[in-house]
């Protein structure tokens, strides 16, 4: 008998660990190489012994989460969910209000938009769940015959004012993926009004890297090996990384699957020939936009602000304080006495989270920590900066047209060079894991 079929896999985020699985149950000998010091990319949790539960939340699971609801119940990962609320408050310079899409009573009381603003938006979203079986927030395949060109906004002014988009949708997009509304595809607000309401929203006790660590079981993890370069030799691919003491290393391999964010994968498969990289492949590789994050905790004392609550910035203008999200904790004293404590993650808005891109972490928190209190009038003055994490890759942008453009690629993946990602369809962990799956099948069925 041969041996098994080696496939490389570049970056440990949650598509390359999707990828991983479904290449290791084939047979295949996985090789994943991964830059930072832990597998689950930008799904990935910090851990601080100061704070009980020790893990610093930073994605969630949602109900509507088919591929990862299925994979939780598989590898009996369900004590590892905690429900958190899915309240929602909207500021308006400072005011926050309560917006609870749940239910067309709580929307039909919202105080920041006009009664006819409240009707067009509950309507728009009964509208889309009519369609909810068709419009997927997920799969490219899916909702590319929906991409029309137009934009969240150019969808939302044909139910409601301006003002009413600012204070109604926009807050709800643009508050957790930080990316203008004008420059993402209507299909991604749509999507949002078919699925949102009604769900429930978890997190992992341990960090969402539990399932990363689960998807890759089998496989080889050479982390902290930066990738630098791709080459066809006549044996395979070769992969050339640097290892976590500098030292350069090349391994060969019969094919890869690039799971990095799009620029990087853009570069590292610069070189390779077009019957490998098709044109409209590197267009799309190239042409993806990103909006950075950096994620700021805070501990505060319980009361100033409410627990297990996500506040968003109302209004059209790019805000200072972009997004908050609060999470109760235990936070252990000098005494080693555990007391009651809020970790407050803040998000600026996306002018000043590229300003302070790549500062020290004083200086980031010294421009964000007086800003606090225009997202959250009454936020405390007393706050203790915690930690920060920046993303220079956040959030895909998901652009008008783009996700036509992701459907032909997808069908157009083959050996021995496919991709995986995000940014083929939106921000979501969900979305990233279907990317890698078929990624995989690429590979497993060409």
Known sequence: MGSAAR???????????????????????????????GLGGRARSWHRPEIEPTVGINLMYVSFYPLMTRLVE?????????RISSDVYISDGGNAVPLSSDSPLNILKYPLASLRDRLGFAFAGLQQV???????LFDPLKAAPFDDGSSIADFAHRYMSPRGFDFLLRPQVEGFWNFRCEDVSSVHGRALLAWLGGSTFQVFRDGMQVLAERLTEGAEHRLGHEVTDLQLTGEGVRV??????????GTVVDDVVVATPAPI???????????????????????????????????????????????????????????????????RDGDGRLTDRLLVFAYPGR????????????????????????????????????????????FPIPAPGRYRSSARVTRGLRPPVVFAGDYFNSPTTEAALLSGVRAANALLTA
């Open 240 to 249: 050339i990384a640097r290892t976590p003491s500098g030292d350069p290393v």
């Open 7 to 37: 496939t490389a896999i570049i970056g440990g985020g949650m598509a390359g660990c999707a990828a991983a699985r479904e290449l290791v149950r084939s047979g295949r000998e996985v090789t994943i190489f991964e830059t930072g010091e």
């Open 351 to 394: 002018a000043l989270t590229r300003r302070l891109l790549g500062a020290a972490p004083q200086e980031q928190f010294a421009a964000v920590t007086p800003l606090l209190k225009t997202l959250w009038r009454d936020f405390p003055a007393d706050c203790e900066p915690f930690h920060v994490v920046e993303r220079p890759f956040g």
């Open 74 to 82: 598989e590898y009996g990962l369900k004590d590892q969910l905690v």
């Open 130 to 136: 009519r369609r909810r079986d068709r419009l997927d």
């Open 265 to 331: 994968a853009a570069k590292l498969t610069a070189t390779l020939p077009g019957d490998v990289v098709g044109g409209e492949t590197r267009t799309f590789l190239e042409t993806q936009e990103y909006e950075p994050a950096i994620s700021f905790a805070y501990l505060v004392e319980p009361g100033g602000l409410p627990a297990g609550a996500h506040i968003v910035a109302g209004g059209s203008a790019d805000p200072p304080i972009r997004n908050m999200i609060t999470y109760p904790r235990k936070v």
